[in-house]
């Protein structure tokens, strides 16, 4: 391991066990505040507790609650002194008349002073709530409120708000139909008990219907579009088979006339429709219907992928003719192709037909790329597709080999759209549609190389749009 490496590790060790050592003081630090508002509140409430005691606890339990607490309790500030000589003596030890005799002096045991040590147990719930509204009361008296709104702040504190209740039980909102005022809602509020209901803005019972509000339906932008060719003059259909003509094709939906009169935006693959824009007959019961996939359509990323993957797929061919022919003439391996490179790419002269080899590789990476990731490739990601296909560093066989492998991921991508609606179908229940014997001819003339199925094939004739193929290998 190296130097930096160490070093690295030794910090994050470190970093570690001051994360730790800070969760254990904040820990520590919120078990010493409750133990001390505790000890605090029993001081309050004991009431042999001296006055400036009870002053000393009071200031700390603000400061507690102002986060402004030093996180320690000076009990040396605590008199534990006895009363001073000025107060009067306890009756047991006034003096008796004169020619009478004097009363035993009693004997009282010193209590100790409160220091608070008896007072270290853990709360319960019960004296953390006592603590609280002890400490909200100690801190609304010293504000100057009034005991009343003391006592309501503590109610709302501990039982929550009250709810919004009528004279009998509690209101409920509801939007109405204005019979003056059809366009816009009315709010009424009801009784949940009786039933009453009241105008909620004149405060007054409500006498008008108590029908729902319905927020009314908004005209979409097709049918405005229908709407504006309508007052120029189109009928109803005219005006739907324009709108389809200009926008279905883009947009994926086509606007159809419903039986009830109104208009409505269908997907093209859910819905049969006929030449004029109007959905077809319902199948009667008992017969057939034709299959429908509903949805199935790919997504734009998706079809990108696959178009670039069949765009590289048809030059798979021409790069394995351009790799056997050098490799007849020995220009390729690990040697020659560094040399081969070194002098195109650095030198700028050199052998046109590694030069032709190497434009074609270079534009197969970066096509490559694009039909593996999309386009979130970066410089790092392109620099791991250059290494996957290089002709620089591999010989013919091993160029081949990768050039196999590639024509293998390809073909998978190329056919991402029938396996989305394949799965659809399945999903769906609806038979696979039959496929192709042979296979189609994506560009490649008349006596090119192709490859099918991993293995690589000469074209000997097109016919119908399919190729009949001749194995090499």
Known sequence: ??????????????????????DKQTAAEKEQRQTATSILMKLVDDPSTRPETIKWALENLTNIAGGKWKGKLDISQINPTPADPGEPPELGQMPAPAGQPQPQRRQMPTPPPPTGAQYLTPPTSEEQLQQQVGVITSVAERAGISPERIQQGIERKILGPPPSEGAQGVLTRQQVVDPDNPDKPKLVLINNRTGEAFDAETRQPWTGPMTPWVTPRKETLAEQYVSELMKGGMSLVEAVDKYNLRFSTSTGFRLVEQPDGTLALVPI???????????????????PSAPRIVGGKTTSAARTRSEIAGSLLSHLGPILEQVDKLEAAGRLGPIMGRWNDFMVGTIGAGDPEYTELRTNIGLLQTGLMMAHVGARGGVKLLEKFTDLVNAQKMNAATLRGTLKAVEGWLRTYEQI???????????????????????TAAGPAVGSTVIYQGKRYRVIAITNGKAELEPLD
Do not use: D
């Open 1 to 22: 391991m190296s130097a930096l490496g160490m070093f690295g590790k030794v910090a994050a060790g470190y970093l570690q066990a001051a994360e730790a050592n800070r």
């Open 417 to 439: 759209p029938e396996r989305q609606m394949e799965k659809m179908r399945r999903k769906q229940g609806f038979p696979a549609p039959p496929s192709a014997a042979t296979p």
């Open 269 to 287: 693959t859910t819905q049969r429709v006929t030449g004029r824009g109007k959905p077809g007959l319902p199948t009667p019961p008992g017969k």
